[in-house]
């Protein structure tokens, strides 16, 4: 069995001696991991960064044996904000959270995609952080359980959307769901349709990081008797510092 494919980096471990046991995110087979020989030296670990993007090749006798990877890179993202703390935690939470959701050797090309777009978001230093809410909704709605936000769930208005039901994941008006509003999710207006060009603020970005972790945690890790990785609540962790570090603030970097 080979192929060859293009693949992210989520994780790598090492692995004996000298290799690496390394997880990626490839564009046609999946998550998917494999074992570099010698990945261990300095200039292949190098190669071999959580959120890296290499031409790969995967190669075992049999089909369910962990195989061989061999790779060349693409591009890096790691190195090119080394010191910045928000971005290398947003990356961390990214491949974390893919790590986590996605079955593995199950192509998911649009989860893929979003990722790289996320990447280049985090290297541009520009919209990172609402990207990345968007991409855990997107990463929702490709495994299966997508949020309907384009209606209330109660009246069918589009408009003065600004609560998610937990329940139902529907979005729900102002009026509808005054009665209710402690139960309820907030609905940031950067995720409405119609705003998709809205400025958020930090604050909307940590209500929609909010609202998306709910349903990945409800909907898709508890199920399998799984929580949220750690990388993930530290990226939370680490905006919410910042919110108090920078209060006042309407536009933080990387929001927009």
């Known amino acids: 069995m080979r192929w060859s494919d293009e693949g992210i980096v989520l994780a790598a471990r090492r692995h004996g001696e000298s290799a690496l046991l390394v997880h990626l995110l490839t564009r046609e087979h999946g998550r998917h991991a494999g074992l570099v020989r010698g990945g261990q030296r300095p200039k292949a670990r190098g190669a071999w960064q959580i959120g890296n993007i290499l031409a790969v090749t995967w190669n075992a006798r049999l089909a369910e044996h962990l195989g061989l990877l061999q790779g060349e890179p693409i591009a890096g993202y790691a190195a090119r904000f ?17 790590e986590a959701t996605l079955p593995e050797r199950e192509a998911h090309p649009r ?7 996320l990447l280049a ?18 990463l929702l709605a490709e495994l299966g359980f997508g949020l309907d936000l384009a209606r209330c769930a109660a ?39 119609a ?15 909010a609202l998306t972790g709910f349903f990945l945690e409800r909907r898709v890790l508890v199920p399998q008797n799984r929580k949220l990785p750690p990388a993930r609540s530290r990226f939370v962790d680490a905006l919410g ?15 927009a």
């Not at 910042?242 to 309407?250: L, N, P």
């Open 82 to 98: 080394i010191a910045d703390r928000l971005r290398l935690a947003c990356l961390a939470a990214a491949a974390a959270v893919a």
């Open 121 to 138: 978001a985090l290297a541009r230093d520009a919209g990172w952080a609402a990207d990345y809410v968007r991409w855990e909704l997107d």
């Open 111 to 117: 989860a893929h995609a979003g990722l790289a777009a």
């Open 155 to 193: 009246t069918g208005t589009t408009e003065d959307l600004v609560y998610v039901s937990p329940r139902s994941g529907q979005a729900v008006s102002a009026t509808a769901g005054a009665r209710y509003r402690d139960r309820l999710l907030a609905f940031p207006p950067f995720l409405h349709a």
């Open 195 to 209: 705003e998709s060009n809205a400025e958020p603020s930090l604050q909307d970005v940590l209500d929609g990081l």
């Open 241 to 255: 510092r910042f919110a108090i570090e920078s209060a006042g603030a309407v536009k933080p970097i990387g929001v």
